[in-house]
């Protein structure tokens, strides 16, 4: 499984952006996927997941209301809509899918900048 995300940049507090991961590659394998993140001098956290067969989500708490993790099969693509955005969500946002081909295995995408700053 490969991924490519785009749709990172540099947008003002409080205003929105949504990221795009696409995925190629094993894809019928692919069991949940998510979107991370990394900001300088911390550690990379999990932000929000979704579930292939369920469409089940889940997020961190502090990106709960304002962020909506979702997916379109026809375009083996997931989403990261982002709102109300702050200065604290700026990070590298990865995704990750989860896959299952003999072994259960991961994947990364390269990563995207995301800045939020007036």
């Known amino acids: 499984v490969q991924l490519v995300e785009s749709g990172g940049g540099l947008v003002q507090p409080g205003g929105s952006l949504r990221l795009s991961c696409e995925a190629s590659?094993?894809?019928?394998?692919?069991?949940?996927m998510d979107w991370y993140r990394q900001a300088p001098g911390k550690q990379r956290e999990l932000v929000a997941s979704?579930?292939?067969?369920?469409?089940?989500?889940r997020y961190e708490d502090s990106v709960k209301g304002r962020f909506t993790i979702s997916r379109d099969s026809a375009k083996n693509t997931m989403y990261l809509q982002m709102s109300r955005l702050k200065p604290e969500d700026t990070a590298i946002y990865y995704c990750k899918a989860n896959y299952y081909l003999d072994e259960f295995r991961t994947a990364w995408g390269q990563g995207t900048q995301v800045t939020v700053s007036s």
């Open positions: 590659g094993s894809i019928s394998s692919v069991y949940a």
């Open positions: 979704i579930t292939i067969r369920t469409d089940t989500t």
